[in-house]
Nanobody, 125 residues
């Protein structure tokens, strides 16, 4: 089992920044690819960003490219999501997830085995 706890969410004005953290405990964190997903009210959960276990290869949804940066510190068992130039449409509950994903499937929600409880991000206009 891997336990994941997100933090860092909050209320920010459009154009502002936030950094989300996801602390992992349990099984070896460095064995897992890590992803961030989000769910806005009335919408399905969607992929935001992911990073391979090695930390070398990030992936981003088109809607956040150039604004969000995913990183991980395997020594601290933590994955981060730095968000800048936030927009009202970024408002959602953000979830981190851990899994052993395939070459082309790291963006798929179904590839992840463990999920955090989520942290709310609200961007006001």
């Amino acid at each position: 089992q891997v336990q994941l706890v997100e933090s860092g969410g909050g209320l920010v004005q459009a154009g502002g920044s936030l950094r989300l953290s996801c602390a992992a405990s349990g099984r070896t964190f460095s064995n897992y690819d890590m992803g961030w997903f989000r769910q806005a009210p009335g919408k399905e959960r969607e992929f935001v960003a992911a990073i391979r276990w090695s930390g070398r290869i990030p992936y981003y949804a088109d809607s956040v490219k150039g604004r969000f940066t995913i990183s991980r510190d395997n020594a601290k068992n933590t994955v981060y999501l730095q968000m800048i130039s936030l927009k009202p449409e970024d408002t959602a509950v953000y979830y981190c997830a851990a899994g052993r994903t395939g070459i082309a499937t790291i963006i798929r929600e179904s590839e992840y085995d463990y999920w955090g409880q989520g942290t709310q991000v609200t961007v006001s206009s």
